[in-house]
């Protein structure tokens, strides 16, 4: 069933500047960008019931299998530091994981954002700012709602796919879409209004993050890669590793691989 844009943009009426479904694009993501620059408003929304180039992590491009939620919010936070703007991800990982509990699935972030059930991965953001426009982030989510094809691969670091539906039953996506979006917009105003320094929704985040307290390796540009304890989450958003060797290391970027404890 495809989502219902105007039950969307009704119950979303107020809290979002505009809410747009589209049967496909290219990325959403990539539309807010153009949108961004030739003067969208604050809390502009975008929904795609498929997008054909959709962009994740570190350049990668990923598929959207029928059924999912995939979506680009761009905020405009004046008054919030650039140096903060990195928590608006971290957040929309906040926003996944109550939307999930809302729907009664038990879910935990990876760092920064993956939510995951269990071991396996139901949604994923990639939130990336415009270059040339002021204040300007554009936060991207995928999130897996109805039950997955069998033929969809596994993620990065070998993450097994998996939706709100495994766990669920069937669920209805336009009414699982406003959950969503109105806890983005509500962790959003928070953070916005407290100048991106937040501090119960920075303990909201590190109570929900799973990768605190476990083995990790992280896979860091260049091919290189960490392996060591994580730690905990500063207040900018870098995770801070502890190695083998006691030493401390703070990564703004990478991809986090759980370690099974032999």
Not at 150 to 160: K, M, N, Q, R, W
Not at 193 to 221: I, K
Not at 231 to 257: I, K, N, Q
Request: with cysteine; net charge negative.
């Amino acid at each position: 069933m495809t989502l219902d844009a105007a039950a969307l943009r009704s119950a979303l009426t107020g809290t979002y500047a505009t809410v747009d479904v589209v049967a496909e694009t290219g990325s959403t993501n990539l539309d807010l960008r153009d949108a961004a620059n030739r003067g969208a408003h604050d809390r502009t929304v975008l929904i795609a019931e498929r997008q054909t180039e959709g962009l994740g992590r570190r350049g990668r491009g990923w598929t959207s299998p029928p059924g999912g939620l995939y979506l680009s919010v761009l905020f405009r936070p004046t008054g919030v530091p650039p140096a903060r703007l990195p928590w608006v991800t971290l957040l929309a990982g906040v926003a996944l994981v109550r939307t999930a509990r809302g729907v009664g699935v038990e879910a935990s972030l990876k760092w920064p954002n993956d939510l995951l059930v269990g071991d396996a991965k139901a949604a994923g953001v990639l939130a990336e700012t415009t270059a040339g426009v002021a204040q300007a982030v554009i936060v991207g989510i995928g999130l897996n709602v109805a039950k997955l094809p069998d033929d969809v691969e596994p993620g990065a670091g070998g993450l097994v796919p998996t939706s709100l539906e495994d766990h669920a039953g069937p669920l209805d996506r336009t009414e699982v879409a406003i959950t969503l979006l109105r806890e983005l917009a509500a962790v959003e105003e928070r953070w916005r209004r407290a100048a991106g320094d937040e501090p119960s929704l920075r303990e909201e985040y590190r109570r929900h993050c799973g990768t605190l307290g476990r083995q990790v390796r992280v896979e860091l540009a260049a091919g290189e890669s960490l392996l060591g304890t994580a730690r905990y989450v500063e207040s900018d958003g870098t995770l801070v590793v502890r190695d083998e060797e006691g030493a401390d290391h703070s990564v703004s970027a990478g991809d986090v691989v759980h370690l099974r404890v032999r």
